[in-house]
């Protein structure tokens, strides 16, 4: 009962944890967590489908696309010439986690961590030459799976 009470608050300080590091994260840093966390979710769904672990894999890929929905949402296809051309893909990928779901497809999950993954190290890549802008982030939290 006392290791489970202690697990318990290991769980909720790591919790805290990570919503204080969401809160304090600049713009390009709550970009990279979010293209990190949705590639975690591919990853696990892919290995649950392998398992077929249907729930875990369809938990896992509900939440990717809710990921690519908020990038989707918080995209400004105007900013720069590339902008359509990144919404069309979250589109595609989108709609690809839904069918690698529906039909518990392990290959519609591969492929989406195959076109998803350079765009994660392409980021990472830009965020690293950028200067740091703090800025609060309510709504990503939650995406994050720490709100």
Known sequence: MAVMSMM????AR???LNREAVLSATPVRLLTMLYD???LDLNRAEA????QDWQVASDNLLHAQAIVSELST???VEAWDGGDGLFSLYTYASTAMMSANTH???ARTRECIDLLEPLRLTWHE???MLPAQPVAAARVG???GIG
């Open 8 to 11: 318990g608050g290991a769980q």
């Open 14 to 16: 790591r919790a805290q």
């Open 37 to 39: 966390r949705l590639l």
């Open 48 to 51: 649950a489908q392998g398992r």
């Open 74 to 76: 918080s995209l400004n």
């Open 104 to 106: 518990r497809d392990a």
């Open 126 to 128: 830009a965020a690293g």
């Open 142 to 144: 939650g995406v994050l």
